[in-house]
């Protein structure tokens, strides 16, 4: 994907798995899932955001958050990813580890005419997404390609 402000230069992989470790930290913050995040910001800002990430990733997260849910008029919700059964999830995965996970199956099921922007948005606002993110399941630390299979299957 080129860079919308600098057209010579690549968005790297390492730019999409920043803006998918915001998108989480900023929904599981406003207690929002990753879909709302992502269709909130839409295609452009998001194509913005990875031409961005190079420099974004040097700030403090927090402020990062702080200024993604004032931009896109973001509000709280009650979707919270942390409510799990401590016998079946003794400790949830950070926001680091998930931003992989999803950067992973982005990268995995990119379609040819697919930026990043638009592999967000599709991969997010998939139904498997709430598998994924229920931590009482073990489908967040399959290994990628299995992930990916589960994708394209619609199931686990």
Known sequence: MKNVFFPDEQVTADDLY???YMIERVARQLKQPNKYVANKMGHDALAKKLSLADVLHSENPLAVAADWIDEFQLESGHYDVSQVDKNLCEKIPTETQMGKVYKRLILDTLQSDEDYADGILRVYNNPICETIDNYNCSA??????YIARSYY???F
């Open 18 to 20: 920043f803006v998918c």
């Open 140 to 145: 967040y630390y399959e290994p990628s390609p």
């Open 153 to 155: 299957a619609g199931s």
